[in-house]
């Protein structure tokens, strides 16, 4: 007799966030979650959205807007419009030598708008003028200026994804990148969690290193943005998304 295995939290990690360790950020209508827009663009629909779901998403971003849908594979509604599809995998611990940084140190709010500065020359991913409240950022400054950062993002119960990591063009070959992913590890060993990370799969670079770092891929999923209607029930025909 075959038995099916229930869902892992990281299989809907956006889900289990605000259902779980984030769910003081949550914003809800229906079965829909999602982060303030301000904090994160992550939401999380139901691992198998119906039509209320879908009208749900629509009421809470608005006419119009576009959403992300990260792991969604499935059939738009009628009238929704895809506007991104990037194909990603999710990364995680498999025996990282995960060590403290002497030269990082903890980034706050007072930092954003360095953070968002760094962020707009190296575009690692989305961050927000609130994103810092996710978790812990770490950043390493030469002569007073931000040059390289890795922080804490989505939070499953017993996990947390490490994200952001970017460095300054100037300084790149140093391993930077590398000596503050293992350190935001550290801090979330600390904590009796497991980190774990996405990427785009194409970002053949950035997956060399994690593996080499000591990451395991765990599974392949998609970065997906859609276009709410500008009306409700407008469209005629649902839009397959592969």
């Not at 809800?28 to 939401?43: A, H, I, N, Q």
């Not at 959403?67 to 969604?72: R, Y």
């Not at 040059?147 to 100037?170: K, M, Q, Y």
């Not at 590890?185 to 497991?194: P, S």
């Amino acid at each position: 007799m075959s038995t099916v295995e229930p869902p892992h939290v990281l299989d809907n990690p956006a889900r289990a966030s605000l259902t779980g360790p984030h769910a003081h950020f949550a914003e809800r209508r229906g079965r829909v979650l999602r982060y303030p827009v301000d904090v994160s663009p992550w939401l999380a629909l139901p691992d198998e959205p119906d039509a209320d779901d879908w009208a749900d998403l629509a009421a809470l971003a608005g006419p119009g807007a576009e959403v992300p849908l990260p792991g969604f594979r499935g059939e738009l509604p009628p009238g929704w419009e895809l506007t991104l599809q990037i194909e990603g995998v999710q990364f995680v611990d498999d025996g990282l030598a995960a060590a403290p940084e002497p030269e990082a140190v903890r980034l706050g709010p007072a930092d954003v708008p360095e953070i968002l500065d760094l962020i707009a020359r190296t575009q690692p991913g989305p961050f927000e003028a609130r994103t810092i409240e996710l978790g812990t950022y770490l950043g390493i400054r030469r002569d007073g200026a931000l040059i390289a950062l890795a922080g804490e993002r989505l939070h499953p119960p017993g996990w947390t994804e490490i994200s952001a990591v970017c460095t300054d063009p100037a300084f790149r070959g140093e391993g930077l990148a590398t000596r503050l992913i293992l350190a935001v590890a550290h801090g979330i060993r600390e904590r009796g969690e497991t980190p774990f990370l996405h990427t785009s799969a194409g970002n053949t670079n950035a997956i060399r290193l994690y593996e080499s770092l000591g990451f395991r891929l765990r599974r392949r999923t998609a970065f997906l943005a859609a276009r709410v209607p500008e009306r409700l029930g407008e469209g005629r025909e649902s839009v397959p998304v592969a």
